[in-house]
């Protein structure tokens, strides 16, 4: 089967259980089940599924809903099938996994150490395998639009969030006092905020929980001292707040500055799947949402895709000046590959950027020159970060030569500078990365 296509293996396994099934023609089949983040549920999956089922030339699809529950449904050659979608938070995702009452677990963050050691009867659910990036999101910290304040630092949104800045005019705004909006236990976006803002404790003085993101939208609109975050793409009407982190200007966020996931609430998501398990619509799915039709409903949905761009960056005035030059004379691609935490194996979205890079620059117009730029982490040896920032950019290097066939790349190395977080725990993971540039 190794020429057919993804389309063509698709029918033919499903032709195969059909014939294997004739008395079942007449059911209705289940091809799998997305349990997770409301983030990716509410409208993303949806779209996603009923793309797939097109792409299969599935005939009468139809969608029907009932809150954050969703069933796509179709016709697929003689047999009647069904997706069901339950979108209630991406905790949920990762149990409804481990009690197999879901085939792809939704999450609007990374799956955290305990929930890996929890279904580790499976396999890795933080390896490649299972862990599928489909999507780039941010958090937009919304405020009310009559609210003059138009910049913070995730220093002070720590400091507000925790009560130790309770009105809007000890930041230069309105005496009034500050309503911080949270979203519920279970949700991914709130896991995101607290991880990036708190290092991953919870804040609980003063906080209302809202239901979800609909109710943010809701209550910054009407409420002059609220505060909340959205995901990008239900932002589109409230103020967005510029937000400062480390060294770096203070930005809001915008389709390029997040998909080169500089911007400090810049989010990934993801589906999970079991690696102990085949089946083959699951994984014709998850090849489908990863593939430039996938991607391109994706970005349809408000998101932001993980197709590659190239981007005009403004120089840093403090830059070393060859990326200086660099800045001025070539554009960035939106793609930056990072690391496994702890560890210097490239992560489950570098490996399948590293194909992306590869269609991008065959299918150039243009002869390119590619400039691999290595960071490091904040280190007090400059010389040691000098070195590791080399390290990363040459392997990603060896794996396009090796496995991509492009070799013909330059190496910059620029150590610990321009570091994106100066949080301790986050650092190792957003500082050591690579930027790919082309000129």
């Known amino acids: 089967m190794g020429g057919l296509s993804m389309r063509a293996m698709v029918a033919a396994l499903l032709c195969c259980q059909l014939l294997m099934t004739p008395a079942l023609a007449a059911d209705k089949k289940t091809l799998f089940r997305l349990t997770g983040s409301n983030t990716i549920g509410a409208e993303l999956a949806p779209r996603l599924v009923k793309g797939y089922l097109h792409s299969l030339d599935a005939s ?22 069904e997706v069901p979608i339950v979108a209630l938070g991406s905790s949920t995702g990762f149990k409804a996994l481990d009690g197999d009452s879901a085939d792809i677990g939704m999450a609007s963050r990374k799956i955290k150490q305990k929930e890996v050691d929890m279904l580790t009867r499976f396999g890795n659910l933080a390896g490649a395998e299972a862990e599928h990036v489909i999507g780039l999101d941010a958090l937009v910290i919304a405020i009310h639009p009559s609210n003059p304040v138009g910049q913070l630092t995730i220093a002070q949104l720590r400091q507000i969030y925790s009560g130790e800045i309770s009105n809007w005019a000890e930041l230069g705004g309105a005496d009034l006092p500050i309503r911080p909006l949270h979203r519920d236990i279970e949700s991914g976006t709130r896991a995101t905020f607290d991880e990036e803002v708190f290092g ?28 909340g975050y959205l995901p990008f793409a239900d932002a589109g009407d409230v103020k967005k707040v510029a937000i400062k ?15 080169t996931e500089d911007f400090p609430l810049t989010r990934r998501l993801y589906l999970y799947k079991n690696p102990s398990q085949f089946k083959p619509h699951v994984d014709s799915f998850l090849h489908f949402v990863e593939s430039p039709e996938g991607q391109k409903l994706v970005a349809e949905t408000g998101f932001i895709n993980l197709t590659p761009v190239a981007l005009k960056m403004s120089p840093y005035p403090n830059a070393p000046e060859a990326y200086r030059q660099l800045m001025e004379q070539g554009e960035r691609l939106s793609i930056s590959f990072r690391f496994a935490n702890g560890s210097s194996e490239l992560d489950s979205r570098a490996l399948k950027d590293l194909r992306r890079l590869e269609h991008y620059m065959d299918n150039a117009e243009r002869e390119l020159n590619l400039i691999l730029v290595g960071f490091s982490d904040q280190k007090s040896n400059s010389n040691i970060a000098d070195i590791i920032s080399r ?14 066939q492009l070799g013909d790349s330059k190496i910059l190395a620029l150590g610990a500078f321009a570091p994106l977080t100066v949080d ?3 650092a190792p993971i957003k500082n050591s990365r690579v930027e790919v540039w082309i000129n």
């Open 245 to 259: 982190s480390a060294g770096l200007a203070a930005v809001v966020p915008d389709r390029g500055i997040i998909a």
């Open 424 to 426: 301790s725990e986050q």
């Open 200 to 227: 991953g404790s919870r804040p609980t003085r003063g906080i209302y929980e809202v239901s979800g993101n609909a109710e943010t939208h809701q209550l910054v609109l009407r409420q002059p001292g609220a505060i």
């Open 60 to 81: 009468d699809i139809q969608q029907r809903s009932e809150g954050e529950r969703h069933w796509i449904t179709a016709n697929l050659g003689a047999r009647a099938v």
């Open 391 to 404: 390290f990363r950019a040459l392997k990603v290097q060896g794996a396009l030569l090796r496995e991509h």
